[in-house]
């Protein structure tokens, strides 16, 4: 009989697994940046998907857009593999529902990556609105959004507490460092505020029976966008996401593994 646990050991000590698994976050930043300069474009007038499916695009329109997407499916994935072996070696149960859900997440994007490398991919924000109409039919499927809703505003809200409270530096092999800790303090605050506003935008989607504002970041960006001062605030969320990208980047090089 194989040994599971030994097995993960062996998975995680190998190099080129976990050159391919630092190259994931690096992907998952290039996409944040990608979506940053997206938002910005909506502050200055221009349109666009703020979301991962309009990184995506954005990525497939440039010349070797299909490589780099393959590229960023492979690495992606093997990320997201990554967290699932880490619910193996993980002896607290919390840790383990947590590799469990990053990987999950993070093969998520990769699957949205192949689909747009070989060309099916389609607006994450139209999806996520046809799939809440649906939803909104009945009375179990309202109850169920507001709790994904919840879920959702929970993730921004620890996404904001790990960059106020610097706790994003257990994830790296570094303790400090100027630029580190800014783009992590800007970066996770900015992007728990965008997945909080996405999770209150479900909600009041959900009791105001609009499937259009429950079609996630794109939605809450777009709603942020209509606020007054919106153009400011847009330039905000770009700096912000921007400086998540980053950190990316920080973690391609610095996660501790």
């Given at each position: ?19 391919a ?36 695009a ?18 992606l ?24 859900a ?66 994003f ?26 997945l ?10 959900t ?31 770009a ?11 920080v973690?391609?090089?610095h996660?501790d593994?």
């Open positions: 009989m194989v040994d599971t646990r030994s097995a993960a050991h062996t998975a995680h000590d190998n190099v080129w697994f976990e050159r698994a630092r190259a994931g976050f690096a992907a998952s930043g290039l996409l944040h940046i990608l979506i940053a300069f997206i938002v910005a474009q909506l502050a200055l007038g221009a349109g666009g998907n703020a979301d991962q499916s309009g990184a995506l954005a990525l497939a329109a440039q010349p070797g857009g299909a490589v780099m997407l393959w590229v960023a499916t492979v690495v994935a093997a990320l997201g593999v990554w967290y699932l072996v880490e619910t193996f070696l993980e002896d607290d149960a919390k840790h383990r529902v947590k590799s469990a990053v990987g999950v997440v993070y093969l998520s994007l990769a699957f949205s990556a192949g689909r747009f490398a070989v060309g099916s991919g389609k607006s994450s924000g139209q999806q996520n609105a046809g799939l809440s109409a649906e939803m909104m039919k009945s009375g179990w499927g309202k109850a169920l959004l507001v709790v994904i809703a919840l879920g959702i505003i929970g993730v921004g809200g620890y996404h904001v507490y790990k960059g106020v409270t610097k706790k530096f257990k994830d790296l092999d570094v303790s400090g460092g100027t630029a580190v800790t800014w783009v992590g303090i800007v970066g996770y605050v900015a992007k728990g505020l965008v909080a506003g996405a999770g209150i935008l479900v909600i009041v989607a009791f105001t029976a609009d499937p259009a504002k429950a079609s996630g970041i794109d939605s809450a960006v777009k709603t942020l966008g209509a606020a007054p001062f919106g153009k400011f605030l847009l330039l905000l969320a700096v912000g996401l921007a400086a998540y990208g980053a950190y990316g980047f973690r391609a090089r996660a593994m």
